[in-house]
């Protein structure tokens, strides 16, 4: 059997074994979008007070006086049902602590907190949620993050909209703002593997093990997060907004995740680089997702996101070259397949860019090309499943059990 044969023949194998992988996981992310097409539209603020609950918001900060000051122009806006800002600072250095004070003097419902030094086992952030959440006093705990904008209405929006569905969990997805050329062109395509992955924000609730959730503006009920340990389900979580979401979930919480472009805005990283690292760090959600599903996860990002570009252009020059023919030639039902398959997801992918366009203040050329960064989107997936982080945000966390 000559060389060319024998390439032929592992060329028609693995074609095969690609259609049978993307024929499988394309109807399972068919039906993780499906909801999507019924989503709940973005959260609207809400334009006038209401007093009939109270809410406690919770800013978490460790050295971020050069992000935290639109956050405390965004909460200083806010209305009732807001009760008081909670700034739960872990000793920074930087001038957090005075820019807070200031804030202190200006909105007497700001009030600046000090946690205690981060026990063993615990991550840094979520030990300061937990240290505020024994300090709150609202009926409801919202977190927000520090690099976050909150709009005018948005403490009596995620009240507004909890209370419509009957929600006692929610979270609402940002919109992301600020971001280089470089950043527009890649993060989307890895925030498109989140939807992949768990579906779409707004649409009905998942099971709670496909459960998702922000920790940038994440509200719960305080006596709910109380019986059930407050945060310390999350202690040592790399992504503790999705731990504990699916944590409440599983314990007969019904958790919304929700669409808040309208109500949230976030500048996370300062470059492409430090976006790459730090979100990579939790975005393939190893803390609240069992190993054997993350890597299912992995191989249907690769099969339905990462790999139809590739595979268009590998079979067009095939087909250019006369090395493969779709009519009147053997296996020609094999080719016309995978170009069925990788075109039909390529087009659920071009779809899902329309859709996430909300999601960004700014895009411009490179968000509308970031479809052709899904091959470093699904390679980022891989790596952040392959390994644990070991440090966040200047701490290292080197003793966190696996």
């Known amino acids: 059997m000559t ?53 406690t918001v ?34 920074s250095t930087d001038g957090t602590r005075e820019l807070v004070e200031a804030a202190a003097r200006k909105d007497p419902r700001i009030r600046l907190v000090t946690d205690d030094p981060l026990p063993p086992g615990w991550v840094g952030k979520v030990w300061a949620l937990e240290s505020g959440l024994r300090e709150a006093k609202g009926d409801w705990v919202l977190g927000i993050d520090a690099d976050t904008v909150p709009a ?27 971001q280089t050329a470089a950043e527009r062109f890649v993060q989307p395509a890895m925030l ?25 503006c994440f509200i719960a009920r305080r006596d709910l997060l109380l019986a059930n340990g407050g945060y310390s389900c999350a202690r040592t979580s790399w992504c503790d907004d999705v731990t504990l979401a699916r944590h409440l ?58 790999l139809p570009l590739p595979t268009l252009l590998v079979l067009g020059a095939l087909l250019a070259t006369g090395t493969i023919a779709l009519t009147n030639a053997p296996h020609a039902m094999l080719w016309r397949a995978l170009l069925l398959v990788n075109g039909s997801a390529l087009l659920i992918r071009l779809f899902m860019l329309w859709a996430l366009r909300g999601s960004y203040a ?13 091959l470093a989107a699904a390679w980022r997936l891989t790596l952040s499943t392959a390994r644990r982080p070991k440090a966040w945000r200047g701490r290292s966390f080197e003793s966190l059990p696996a």
């Not at 095969?16 to 603020?45: D, E, H, K, N, T």
């Not at 909460?75 to 600072?89: G, K």
């Not at 929700?258 to 805005?265: A, E, H, V």
């Open 3 to 55: 060389l060319p044969v024998l390439l032929a023949d592992a060329g028609r194998l693995i074609g095969v074994v690609l259609l049978g992988l993307q024929v499988w996981l394309l109807f399972v992310l068919l039906a993780r979008l499906a909801p999507g097409y019924s989503r709940r539209p973005p959260i609207a603020p809400r334009r006038t007070p209401r007093t009939d609950t109270t809410v």
């Open 58 to 91: 919770m800013v978490t900060t460790l050295n971020e006086a050069n992000r935290v000051g639109p956050c405390l122009d965004g909460l200083m806006q806010q209305e009732a049902p807001l009760l008081e800002v909670l700034v739960v600072d872990s000793r």
């Open 152 to 178: 005018p209405g948005l403490v009596g929006a995620v009240i507004d909209a909890v209370e419509q569905d009957r929600y006692d969990v929610a979270s609402f997805s940002p919109q992301f703002r600020d």
């Open 192 to 216: 498109t593997t989140l939807v992949y992955r768990c579906g779409a924000a707004g649409a009905t609730q998942p099971p709670p093990d496909r459960v998702l959730a922000n920790g940038q």
């Open 249 to 306: 979930a599983a314990n007969g919480a019904r958790v919304g995740f929700l669409d808040g472009s309208q109500i949230i805005q976030v500048r996370s990283y300062a470059s492409l680089g430090e976006m790459w690292r730090e979100w990579g760090r939790s975005f393939d959600l190893k803390d609240a997702t069992p190993m054997w599903r993350r890597w299912l996860d992995v191989a249907l990002v690769w099969a339905v996101q990462g």
């Open 362 to 374: 700014e895009r411009g050329i490179s968000f509308w090309c970031s479809w052709l960064a899904d």
